[in-house]
C-alpha cells in the first residue's frame, strides 16, 4: 500500500468516524449522540405495493442532540425477492422541495421490477417537505407563486421589483422562520440519513438519488464513506463549493438552450396533429420567443382569475415542461391558446396560484442557508441584461436576485468540497440534454469524484434518467450496477 494509499484510508476512518454527525459546526466537538430510536411501521401508500411509513425523531440542531427534536416521515417497500436480501436502497428525492416518500410511491413498483425485489426500498420527506417538520416565512401570496421567486426581470428586463421582493422575502423569513428555517440545510439532510442509517440498522446502506438529492449523496458519501454501499447520482449539478445552488440556477439557462430543439423537434412533426406549432423545427423557437414578448406587452386572461398569462408565465411554463417529454403536449396546448384569439388560456395548476408557506420556505430556506449569494445589485442587472441577450427563452431569470443576496446569517455551515478519497462505488447516469443539471455541469461533478466513480451518459433529453427519460442501455447499466456491483471500467455513452 502506498503512502497516499495510507493517508486516504486515515482521512476516511476520520470522515466515519460518527463524530460529524453531532454537531452542525465546521469543526464538530465531540458530544454524547444519543442511538437512534428504532422505527414503528405501519401500512400506507398505493395498494399492491406492501408501502409501509413510519416517523424517524432527529435532532434539531446536532450540536445539542439530547435537545429539541423533530420529525420526519419515512417510508419503506421491503424486499420481496426469492434470493437473498441485498441491503436497502435510499431513495433520495431532489428539489430541495421534494417529497422522498411520493417519489418512492411513484417510482416503488418499477424499482422494485427492475431489481427483483432485493433491496428494502426507503425514502424519506427532508425537513420542511411534505409529511416532516414544517417551516413558516408568513409569506404574501403574491411573493409564493413559482414565477415570482424564480426572480424573472419584468418585461423590459428591469430586476427593480425582483430587488424588493427578494429583500422583503429573505426579511420575512428571518423574521418568522425561527430554529426550523435555520436547520434547513444539507449538512443536516446529510446527518439525518444517517440518523435513518441507524434506525434501519444498517451498517451500510446503497442510494438511488434524483436531481438536488445526487449533491445530497455525494455529500453523504463524502462524509461517511465507510457507511455505503452502491451509489447511483441520476442527473447532477457542479458541486462547486464557492456557488452551490447560485451555480445551478445559473446553468438553467444553458439547460434551456440544450434541450429546447428536442421540443422543437416534437412540435413540428407531422403526426402532432393538433399539438403542432410549425412546419419546421427551427421554426418554433422564434414562434415561442414572440409569443412570449407580446404576452410581456399585453398579458393575455387566463381561466384563473386574477391570473392572466404574461411573457413569464408562460416561460416559466415551457422550462417545466422541458424536464420530460411527457410534458410537452400541455405546453403546446398553452402556446395554442396563447396565440389564439379567441382561446383563453387553462395555465398549468402549478402556476395557477401561489405554493403553500411551508413549500415556499423550504424552495429559498435550503439554498440560502448553504451558501452566500454572491453580487451586488449592480452586478446583478449587467449579467440580468447579458443573460437575456444571450439566452432569450430563461430571459435572465437564472442569473437575476433572489432573497439569498439579503439572507441572514448565511451560509450556516461551511460547504464540503467533494473529493476522491473513498471507495470507487459510485455511478452517474446523465442526459445530455437536461434542462436543469446541463451535461457541462454534471461533468463537474464527475471531476470532483475521480476514480470514486463511473459516468454514463444517456442520449436523451430531460431531468432524471433512470426509469423516466432515459432509455433500456442508460436503465441496464443502472440496474447491473445495483445488483451486481458491475460498473463500466470507463465513462461510456448509451445512444
Known amino acids: 500500500m502506498s503512502h497516499e494509499d495510507l493517508r486516504r484510508n486515515r482521512r476516511n476512518r476520520r470522515s466515519d468516524s460518527g463524530t460529524w454527525a453531532c454537531s452542525w459546526r465546521a469543526r464538530p466537538r465531540r458530544c454524547p449522540c444519543p442511538a437512534a430510536p428504532a422505527l414503528g411501521w405501519s401500512s400506507c401508500g398505493p395498494v399492491g405495493l406492501g408501502q409501509e411509513c413510519a416517523t424517524l425523531r432527529v435532532p434539531l440542531d446536532y450540536a445539542e442532540p439530547g435537545g429539541a427534536q423533530v420529525d420526519l416521515a419515512v417510508s419503506r417497500i ?3 425477492g426469492p434470493g437473498a436480501r441485498r441491503g436497502t436502497l435510499l431513495v433520495v428525492a431532489g428539489g430541495p422541495g421534494s417529497s422522498g416518500v411520493q417519489r418512492l410511491s411513484a417510482k416503488g413498483a418499477a424499482l422494485k421490477e427492475q431489481l427483483g425485489g432485493a433491496y428494502d426500498l426507503v425514502s ?19 411573493d409564493r407563486h413559482l414565477v415570482t421567486l424564480r426572480s424573472w426581470p419584468a418585461a423590459d428586463g428591469s430586476i427593480d421589483e425582483n430587488v424588493e421582493r427578494s429583500r422583503r422575502v429573505a426579511e420575512a423569513c428571518a423574521r418568522n422562520g425561527g430554529a426550523v428555517l435555520r436547520s434547513l440545510t444539507t449538512s443536516n439532510e446529510v446527518r439525518d440519513m444517517d440518523r435513518l442509517r441507524q434506525a434501519l440498522g444498517e451498517r451500510r446502506i446503497s442510494a438511488w438519488a434524483n436531481s438536488y438529492g445526487t449533491y445530497v449523496t455525494a455529500q453523504y458519501a463524502q462524509k461517511f464513506p465507510r457507511r455505503t454501499d452502491r451509489i447511483v447520482l441520476d442527473s447532477s449539478a457542479d458541486p462547486n463549493p464557492a456557488t452551490v445552488a447560485q451555480g445551478w440556477l445559473r446553468d438553467m439557462a444553458r439547460g434551456a438552450d440544450d434541450r429546447f430543439p428536442d421540443f422543437a423537434a416534437w412540435a413540428a412533426h407531422p403526426d402532432r396533429a393538433a399539438s403542432r406549432l410549425a412546419d419546421r423545427p427551427e421554426d418554433v423557437r422564434p414562434l415561442v420567443l414572440d409569443l412570449a414578448a407580446r404576452l410581456d406587452r399585453a398579458p393575455k386572461p387566463s381561466t384563473t382569475p386574477g391570473v392572466p398569462l404574461t411573457g413569464n408565465l408562460l416561460r416559466q411554463a415551457m422550462q417545466s415542461a422541458l424536464y420530460s417529454d411527457a410534458a410537452f403536449a400541455d405546453f403546446a396546448r398553452l402556446v395554442k391558446q396563447a396565440a389564439d384569439p379567441d382561446a383563453v388560456p387553462v395555465l398549468p395548476p402549478m ?12 424552495t429559498v430556506g435550503v439554498v440560502c442557508n448553504d451558501v452566500r449569494w454572491r453580487g451586488s445589485v449592480p452586478t446583478f442587472r449587467r449579467s440580468v441584461a447579458a443573460d437575456r441577450a444571450a439566452h432569450p427563452l430563461t430571459a435572465g431569470m437564472p442569473v437575476n436576485i433572489t432573497p439569498c443576496s439579503f439572507w441572514k446569517d448565511s451560509p450556516v455551515e461551511r460547504p464540503t468540497r467533494l473529493t476522491s478519497d473513498g471507495p470507487s462505488n459510485i455511478l452517474m447516469i446523465q442526459g445530455l440534454r437536461d434542462p436543469s443539471t446541463p451535461h457541462s455541469s454534471a461533468l463537474k461533478m464527475r471531476e470532483a469524484l475521480g476514480a470514486r466513480a463511473r459516468m454514463v451518459s444517456v442520449d436523451r433529453g430531460g431531468h432524471g434518467m433512470y426509469l423516466s427519460n432515459g432509455n433500456a442501455c442508460g436503465d441496464r447499466t443502472v440496474t447491473r450496477f445495483l445488483l451486481t456491483g458491475e460498473r463500466p471500467a470507463a465513462d461510456v455513452t448509451c445512444r
Not at 130 to 141: F, I, Q
Open 351 to 362: 402556476l395557477a396560484g401561489p405554493m403553500p408557506d411551508e413549500d415556499a420556505a423550504v
Open 78 to 80: 421491503k424486499a420481496t
Open 124 to 142: 424519506f420527506d427532508p425537513r420542511g417537505v411534505g409529511g416532516s417538520v414544517k417551516a413558516h416565512c408568513g409569506l404574501d401570496g403574491a
